[in-house]
């Protein structure tokens, strides 16, 4: 039993379940962003879409190591795939500081607007409505399993909300004030999280492991 009296078994099935709605969720935006991106030529939308790439890439080590625990082995088999899947996500937020860097840098030194994009707006909005719900519902369960994993994952999604809203007000500025360089900016403003979020998560995989 945990500290919430709900059993460890059931709280790994129901992060489990938040998981896979997320994977199945990135794995979809991914689709569309990088096809609505590339029809109009915005760096924004296919950045956005290699993102949700990388998330699905952490989900599905998430779901790997969530059925560790699920699966009712012994305690050091739960303890050595949280370890691992909790440094995979660290990297995986190193990687995206990377990705959104190179982007950004790229976009403002070739003056490249966020083109205009419904499609890409709406998908903007939707993931908006959707991520910070998912993020909040990981949180919690994290909390309750105490999977600093699953709690780094949940962050993650966090970090695509806040990727949505950049998107979005890159694309709206861009279209009504001629803002070009918003989108770009916007998401570089992540990156100091980003990284800091990487490095405490792997460091504390690292000193967890020794």
């Known amino acids: ?37 590339e029809a109009a030529g915005s760096i924004a939308l296919v950045g956005f ?65 966020a083109e205009e994009s419904v499609v890409g707006m709406l998908l903007a909005m939707l993931s908006l409505a959707v991520m910070p719900l998912l993020a ?18 949940a962050k993650e999604t966090l970090a695509c909300s806040y990727l949505s809203l950049c998107l979005l007000a890159g694309l709206a500025l861009n279209a009504l004030l001629g803002w070009w360089w918003a989108d770009p900016v916007g998401a570089a403003l992540m990156v100091p999280w980003l990284v800091r979020e990487g490095i405490e998560t792997t460091s504390e995989a690292d000193a967890s492991a020794g």
């Open 1 to 37: 039993m945990t500290s919430t009296g709900t059993p460890a078994k059931a709280l790994a099935a129901r992060g489990l379940r938040l998981v896979l709605v997320t994977l199945c969720y990135n794995v979809a935006e991914a689709i569309v962003a990088l096809w609505a991106g």
């Open 49 to 113: 879409g290699l993102d949700s790439v990388i998330e699905t890439a952490a989900s599905g080590m998430l779901v790997w190591r969530l059925t560790r625990e699920g699966s009712g082995r012994n305690p050091e088999t739960a303890d050595r795939a949280e370890g691992l899947a909790r440094r995979f996500v660290g990297w995986t937020f190193l990687a995206l500081a990377a990705y959104v860097v190179v982007q950004s840098v790229r976009s403002l030194a070739r003056g490249a607007a």
């Open 136 to 153: 909040w519902r990981k949180w919690r369960v994290a909390e309750a399993m105490g999977s600093a994993a699953l709690m780094a994952e």
